[in-house]
Antibody, heavy 121, light 107 residues
Framework: QVQLVQSGAEVKKPGASVKVSCETSGYTFTAYYIHWVRQAPGQGLEWMGWIHPNSGDTKYAQKFQGRVTMTRDTSINTVHMELSSLTSDDTAVYFC??????????????WGQGTLVTVSS | DIQMTQSPSSLSASLGDRVTITCRASQSIRTYLNWYQQKPGKAPQLLIYDTSSLQSGVPSRFGGSGSGTDFTLTISSLQPEDFATYYCQQSFSHPWTFGQGTKVEIK
């Protein structure tokens, strides 16, 4: 079955960077877009961007342009999301999520369990 | 960016009630509207995509309708496992955006 398993919680200081991993299994890794969505405590969902694991192509929300980098490692079926110049506003649970159609439908049928990133001095 | 506005922000309902949640887009998104359910401490789960298509495994008491700017999620008979927060999401244009959520609580 399709599974997305994320790396563990992180605590970072303001100005630092964080890298969150999403290991996938149960399907052809290179065929489906992976998106990143975050959720601040008690708040709603915010789309950050996507990566296509085959080509490495990415598209980021303008809000995160210049601060976010999404990469993939096809040898271990894993995508990474790195966010730099962290502030307290980046404290959130970060989710990876799979697009259900290879051509990209831009909704999300399988999700990782979430990774809490806490930014605190 | 397309703004998605859900109403109500929360509601109280009893088991067996028919529940309706509304999602309004700031511009037409045709039928590129999806719904998710999220329980505390869990990832969202896809319920409905493309306005009215039921995701595999989702009970038939969930239904979606609408087009353009106005959309509805309906739960025909509320069950104990349906108490959760529901989000709409548009997939018409970047950046993909979500509504603020509707929390369904037990009356």
């Amino acid at each position: 079955q399709v599974q997305l398993v994320q790396s563990g919680a992180e605590v970072k200081k303001p100005g630092a960077s964080v890298k969150v991993s999403c290991e996938t299994s149960g399907y052809t890794f290179t065929a489906y877009y992976i998106h990143w969505v975050r959720q601040a405590p008690g708040q709603g969902l915010e789309w950050m961007g996507w990566i296509h694991p085959n080509s490495g192509d990415t598209k980021y929300a303008q809000k995160f342009q210049g601060r976010v980098t999404m990469t993939r490692d096809t040898s271990i079926n894993t995508v990474h999301m790195e966010l730099s110049s962290l502030t307290s506003d980046d404290t959130a649970v970060y989710f990876c999520a799979r697009d259900p159609i290879p051509a990209g439908m831009d909704y999300f049928d399988h999700w990782g369990q979430g990774t809490l990133v806490t930014v605190s001095s | 960016d397309i703004q998605m506005t859900q109403s109500p922000s929360s509601l109280s309902a009893s088991l067996g009630d028919r529940v309706t949640i509304t999602c309004r887009a700031s511009q037409s998104i045709r039928t590129y509207l999806n719904w998710y359910q999220q329980k505390p401490g869990k990832a969202p789960q896809l319920l409905i995509y493309d306005t009215s298509s039921l995701q595999s495994g989702v009970p038939s008491r969930f239904g979606g309708s609408g087009s353009g700017t106005d959309f509805t999620l309906t739960i025909s008979s509320l069950q104990p496992e349906d108490f959760a927060t529901y989000y709409c999401q548009q997939s018409f244009s970047h950046p993909w955006t979500f509504g603020q959520g509707t929390k369904v609580e037990i009356k």
